[in-house]
């Protein structure tokens, strides 16, 4: 495979016309393993985390190169092995703040992938320090590095950003409604706005490339449990055939996107330059309640578990805040790129279920039933 380095070679490498007109439309309209448009060597930080690593192998499958840094603070090793022996893979175990290692990294490819973070509300809660420190030194590092070489970064943002505000769908450029920074569970949206305002002064100021996406609740094969996913918790408590816990009475709703649409996106917005100094929300505007997600992972599990209601204030703290509603107004990806979920949350419970099957073994259960999306 052939490396180009330094320059900007992302922006360059779209050269055959703008936008959805050209490569970033064809990810999607060839589902999803369109080659490259040119031969790329790419960065992704936390690449042994859940979305890095599903991004890492799309990449290679397209004609990229890839270097993935993760500390392994929350990314495992385990979901990267298997492209250890991948002449296009290298795997960096290092923190990004690490100025050395980072420096011959960026100064080497040609477009970032800057994923790593504090992820999960669990451990918002129980390590705030960690959390704001990882977020905010780690994506200044990342940006005073692409400013050095002028180097592309696709940042991985949040829903969170939005707080509780009832202005639903949310859309891009809606104001933000928080809870006060008493509350610990807001540091998270805090620290991701703050490295969103941190990558568009690059922008504006340094002429750095960026392109910011708000990711809301992505979901798939090898999302951990550690950290208070409620998809994969929910799924190993019905697979081992313990009670499933809902927080609070269950009605708060969410929508779930499988990994494999978000990483569709996030390479079709790195590759498109009218895309540079935008925000976009990436996810699925299929809305369900926590208490409804439960009915459907017991009965496409088949699971016997009972349901147990649980307190916010025993789950986390006795101040903590939820949204009770967050869905994405997604027009804004689906106008530039023709971007859109193609996967259902049947499928994507039904390979969970498979997955953590496949590590617990089977617990006592009746006939699984598909529903019509499932089959």
Known sequence: MTHRNGGNGVRNGNRNGNGSANGAHDTFVNGGKAPLPEPLRILITGGAGFIGSHLAESLIARGASVMAIDDLSTGRYSNIAHLEEHPGFQFVYESVTTESVMDRLVSECNLI???????????????????????????????????????????????????????????????????????????????????????????????????????????????????????PRLVKQAVSGRPLTIYDNGLQSRCFCHVQDVVRALIGLALSPRADGEIFNVGSDDEITILDLAHRILRLSGSLSPLEFVPYAKAYASDFEDMRRRVPNTGKIRDLLGWTPRIPLDQTLLEVIAEFRSRIGPSPSREPVPSADAR
């Open 113 to 231: 992938f800057h994923l790593a973070a504090a992820v999960g509300v669990e451990l918002i809660i129980k390590s705030p320090v960690q959390t704001i420190e990882t977020n905010v030194l780690g994506t200044e590092a990342v940006l005073r590095h692409a400013r050095r070489y002028q180097k592309k970064i696709l940042f991985a943002s949040t829903s969170e950003i939005y707080g509780k505000s009832d202005n639903h769908p949310y859309e891009e450029n809606d104001d933000r409604v928080l809870g006060p920074t008493t509350r610990g569970r807001w540091a998270y949206a805090e620290s991701k706005a703050l490295d969103e305002f941190l990558a568009l002064a690059y922008h504006r100021e340094h002429r750095v490339p960026v392109v910011i996406c708000r990711l809301f609740n992505t979901v798939g094969p090898r999302q951990t449990d550690a950290y208070g996913m409620v998809i």
